[in-house]
Nanobody, 124 residues
Framework: HVQLVESGGGSVQAGGSLRLSCEGS????????MAWFRQAPGKEREGVAR????????YYADSVKGRFTISQDNAKNTVYLQMNSLKPEDTAEYFC??????????????????WGQGTQVTVS
């Protein structure tokens, strides 16, 4: 049974930083696609960053490129999202997602079948 648990959200002033964590349980997560999505009130869920845990290859949405970094700690089955230079428009609920697939990892909600419960990030 795959379970993803996010942590690390909170409130921060513009220009500040937060680090989100996503711990996976139920199995090991080598050669998976792991991603962070976010959803602001009244808006669709959008992809933020993804990592292919086998190769370490990463990809970022243009809106966060250069400010956010996705990384992994395979020993802890944990994926992180380091968020720097936060802006008010980064305010959203952030979700961790996982997919076990041989296809290329994408920032597409339809690729991911396992989701965390979400953690709120508020930037003022």
């Amino acid at each position: 049974h795959v379970q993803l648990v996010e942590s690390g959200g909170g409130s921060v002033q513009a220009g500040g930083s937060l680090r989100l964590s996503c711990e996976g349980s139920g199995r090991t997560y080598d050669k998976w696609c792991m991603a962070w999505f976010r959803q602001a009130p009244g808006k669709e869920r959008e992809g933020v960053a993804r990592i292919a845990t086998g190769s370490g290859n990463t990809y970022y949405a243009d809106s966060v490129k250069g400010r956010f970094t996705i990384s992994q700690d395979n020993a802890k089955n944990t994926v992180y999202l380091q968020m720097n230079s936060l802006k008010p428009e980064d305010t959203a609920e952030y979700f961790c997602a996982a997919a076990h697939t041989r296809a290329l990892c994408r920032l597409d909600t339809t690729q991911y079948i396992y989701w965390g419960q979400g953690t709120q990030v508020t930037v003022s």
